[in-house]
Every structure is written in C-alpha cells, then in structure tokens.
C-alpha cells in the first residue's frame, strides 16, 4: 500500500470541506472502483478485452451473428463478477448518501456493488450483470436461473425456456445505445452538480467521459480519485492519485470531523 504523503493528507481535507460545503454534489464510478473488490478491468493493461477481443466477444453485432462467443468469456468472467463484494471505497460512498452529502451516484461497472453496499440512487450507465433477458419474447430471468442453465455445461449461449431465443445480460455492449433514462438523468445531473467526486474512472470511455466536461461548463468543481493520472487531472480542483479504498472512507472520517465541530461550534 502507497503511504500517504503530507500533501495527500491535506488534498484529503480539502475534498471533505468541498463535499460538506457543496449543495448538489454527485458520484461519477469506473472500474478502478471495483478493481479493488477481485473484478477485473475490462481496457486496463492484462484486462479482459486484451485475451477477447471486444470486435468478437463483446460487440453487440457478433453477438446477434453467433451469441456462443459472448457467453464463452461469460462462463470465465462469471464467477469473479457473481462472488465479489463491495470494497471500503464502496462502503465509503454508501455512506457519503446516507449523511446526505451525495445526490447521486453514476457508474459505469455492471457489478450491482455499490447497491450491495448499501447505496440507493444508482444510475448504471453500462447497464448490470445481475438482469438477463430474452432476445426472443423479452422474458426476463435472474442470475440464479442463468447460472443454473450454465452449469449444464453447454457450450451455446443459455436459451430462453420459453421460445427457445438466447438470453443476453442486461449489459451495454459495443455498438449498443447507452440505457436513455441512465443517460439523460446523468447529464443532467453533471450539468447541474457543483461538485462531482469522480472515483476510480480513467475517463477515457465515451460518451460518460463528457460528464464531468459537462460539470466544468456549468462552473461545477472535480475531484478526482484515480490510481493512475486522467487527461482532466489539470482542470480539477483536487486530485489525489491512490486506491479508492483508502482515499475515500479517509474523505467521509473528515467529513464526519468538520460535522462534529460545526455541531460543537452550534451548541456553545
């Protein structure tokens, strides 16, 4: 673990007061988040699309052409997607919504952990791993019931019980539109927040990427939670480059401290 230096401890406090301070302040997830919980980055270096090649295994055409391929990487990344739980970055923003500093969380991981965590107001721009639907009737199953008809052992894609077309989980692929309710909600909130805590996204992912250019048009402020450096670092107005894990349940015990002395300050 990276130890933190003086200027992390005190961009820490800054974030804090910022957040206690904001009156519209949102949360903008990418995988660096989830990373910490066991999942693997899908685009990071030695990430799932560098051994299947998006064009083939996660495009939304190839997937109509011949669903198998999909659900081959599926049966490999399933498990690790089922069994993770929320991390202490995921607990950290759970906790950040219910003292009521956050409006909103955006994200863009399909892996339903920031609900696991006790989140409430989650907008899942990528769509989520857990819902799965048919491609025939739009008959709609659980995780439980597709992971059933994967241990059968089949080789094809699971089949709707019903007439027979392939199931497809509740993702966006390549080429598909992003969900429009997910969407437009995320604009807007971007373009009206004041604040936007942007934890474990490299922005590189259109047209998510944009919010937070949506957020600094509207005179709105970044802070950015990143392991690695983004192309927006230098408009931000803290950035801290560490795990997600350890920078935010350190951002939401300042918080706790400014609140305890405005209190204290309120009763004298």
């Known amino acids: 673990m990276k130890t933190l230096t003086t200027s992390q401890k005190e961009k820490i406090k800054k974030a804090a007061e910022l957040l206690v301070n904001s009156k519209h302040s949102i949360i903008l997830t990418g995988a660096g988040i989830s990373t910490e919980s066991g999942i693997p980055d899908f685009r990071g270096e030695d990430g799932i699309w560098d051994k299947y090649k998006p064009e083939i295994y996660g495009d939304i055409e190839s997937f109509l052409r011949d669903p198998s391929k999909f659900w081959k990487m599926a049966r490999e990344i399933a498990p690790t997607l089922f069994d993770a739980e929320p991390n202490p970055g995921h607990y950290a923003l759970a906790e950040l919504e219910k003292m009521r500093i ?35 009737c739009r008959a709609s199953y659980t995780k439980e019931q597709v992971l059933n008809k994967l241990k059968k052992g089949r080789k094809s894609a699971p089949l709707c019980n019903y007439c027979g077309a392939p199931l497809k989980p509740s993702v966006v692929l390549f080429g598909e539109d992003l969900p429009k309710f997910e969407k437009y909600m995320s604009i807007d909130l971007a373009k009206k927040t004041d604040i936007m805590l942007i934890a474990g996204s490299s922005l590189t992912v259109a047209p998510i990427c944009d919010l937070p250019v949506y957020t600094l048009s509207g005179g709105g402020k970044l802070i950015i939670v990143n392991d690695q450096p983004t192309h927006l670092d230098d408009k931000a107005e803290i950035v801290l480059n560490h795990k997600t894990g350890i920078i935010l349940p350190l951002i939401v015990e300042e918080i706790k401290k400014i609140k305890i002395e405005r209190e204290s300050e309120l009763s004298i």
């Open 102 to 136: 956050i409006k909103a969380i955006i994200t863009q991981n399909v892996d339903e952990l920031h609900q696991k965590a006790g989140a409430v107001i989650v907008y899942e721009v990528h769509g989520n791993i857990n819902r799965f639907s048919c491609l025939g």
